[in-house]
């Protein structure tokens, strides 16, 4: 069982919807990362939340980290064909990282 | 500035055989980490190392040794590979807050 559940698994939307995707745990994290990936490359950070309750803004996707750090949320407004990759989480705990399985966004235009 | 550098981008190895995982960074970060990523399963730690002469495992560390003898160079050795050690590898690094992880080497043991 992983560490930090992400849901949904798969996604595919229209270009400009709206959509949120999860990162759950039971776990308390020091801190959470956002990554996206696209296919063959390494992940890209995208955002690191710390304190419990933030909410970071990046253009159009928001990020939430859980008022107990246990869980984060990314919202995306008016999702574009270039927002598809692989969105992954990750929660560390000192110095040991824990990713989530992620969330694989489609977006047709 | 190249960021995070990692060879081999592919390698194929027969059961029993060895080889090295090499990852160097030039952005002088103290953290440096392998992951291994199997489909479906998100990124596993492997080992990590929190500056040079030191390293702890991971989540995953059974099958492979690292070391850090420099603050640039973070190598992941495989001694006796196995058909589970087939995986993509990426070695990241940072300064404590976000990894920049390299583009990857893609293992297959036959």
């Known amino acids: 069982t992983q560490l930090l559940e992400q849901s949904p698994q798969f996604l595919s939307i229209q270009e400009g919807e709206n959509l949120t995707v999860y990162c759950n745990s039971s776990?308390?994290?020091?801190?959470l990362q956002w990554y996206r990936q696209e296919p063959g490359e390494g992940p890209v950070l995208l955002v690191t939340?710390?304190?419990?309750?933030e909410v970071k803004k990046l253009k159009r996707l928001t990020f939430q980290f859980g008022d107990a750090r246990k869980d984060s949320s990314l919202h995306i407004t008016a999702a574009q064909p270039g927002d598809t990759g692989l969105y992954l989480c990750?929660?560390?705990?000192?110095?040991?990282?824990?990713f989530g399985a992620g969330t694989r966004l489609t977006v047709k235009p | 500035n190249a960021g995070v550098t990692q060879t081999p981008k592919f390698r194929i190895l027969k059961i029993g055989q060895s080889m090295t995982l090499q990852c160097t960074q030039d952005?002088?970060?103290?953290?440096m980490y392998w992951y291994r990523q199997d489909p479906g399963m998100g990124l596993k730690l492997i080992y990590y190392?929190?500056?040079?002469?030191?390293?702890d495992k991971g989540e995953v560390p059974n099958g492979y040794n690292v070391s850090r003898s420099t603050t640039e160079d973070f190598p992941l050795r495989l001694e006796l590979a196995a058909p589970s050690q087939t995986s993509v590898y990426f070695c990241?690094?940072?300064?404590?807050?976000?990894?920049?992880f390299g583009s990857g080497t893609r293992l297959t043991v036959v």
């Open positions: 939340v710390v304190t419990g309750g």
């Open positions: 952005m002088n970060h103290n953290y």
């Open positions: 776990s308390v994290f020091s801190s």
């Open positions: 990241a690094s940072s300064y404590g807050s976000g990894d920049t």
């Open positions: 990750a929660g560390a705990r000192n110095n040991d990282m824990r």
């Open positions: 190392s929190v500056g040079a002469g030191i390293t």
